[in-house]
């Protein structure tokens, strides 16, 4: 009976606290995905800011209509995309056309191809390449084939933002091992993709 007993009561405390820590457990997951996607979430912001600055403008909105060379010559300069931290940047006029994109790798410094992938998406003439509303703006995670990005696209207007849209500017930063060890250090976790 003793040894029936002390059996029960070992297999009994054994799933309780096994239920116990696995829940710790789960929870303990579910908070630290939810840390290091609001870390991304948070550059995402920053980099919406960046998007904003330049699609707000009266500079930006003259260039998508006229694609005037002083515009080019004065801002889309060598180090514009490390300045800005951001590896593409795309103006699309509203029509669908694409105006300008470049593609730039960060770490070597050069300039690299979009992926067709992403004029592809881009193609669809959806949300994301066509604002309707002057307050919209697209934010977030999108997953290439080739790698994922944070991305933000604005519509493109005025400085007062009062005349009509003239096209989407995006603005995206492939996160690569570099984005994966920035958000580490915020986040204080060990994350993988």
């Not at 003793?2 to 309780?16: H, I, N, P, W």
């Not at 697209?138 to 519509?155: A, F, K, M």
Request: hydrophobic fraction near 40%.
């Amino acid at each position: 009976a003793l040894a029936t007993l002390v059996a029960a009561l070992f297999f009994t405390s054994r799933l309780v606290l096994h239920a116990g820590f696995s829940e710790i457990e789960r929870q303990n997951t579910i908070q630290n995905a939810i840390r290091a996607s609001n870390a991304l979430l948070r550059e995402a912001s920053s980099l919406d800011s960046k998007v904003h600055d330049w699609s707000a403008w009266d500079d930006t909105y003259r260039y998508v209509e006229d694609r005037n060379s002083t515009y080019e010559k004065s801002n889309f300069v060598h180090d514009t995309c490390s300045t800005l931290y951001i590896n593409f940047m795309i103006f699309i006029d509203t029509t669908g056309k694409i105006v300008y994109a470049r593609g730039f790798d960060l770490s070597s410094d050069r300039d690299i191809p979009v992926p067709q992938s992403f004029f592809d998406i881009l193609s669809r003439r959806d949300k994301l390449s066509l604002h309707t509303d002057r307050k919209s703006s697209i934010t977030g995670v999108l997953t290439l084939p080739e790698y994922p990005i944070i991305l933000s696209s604005r519509p493109i207007l005025d400085t007062s933002e009062k005349k009509p849209i003239k096209g989407t500017l995006i603005f995206a930063r492939i996160i690569d091992e570099k984005e994966i060890r920035t958000v580490s250090d915020i986040t204080r976790l060990s994350l993988d993709i």
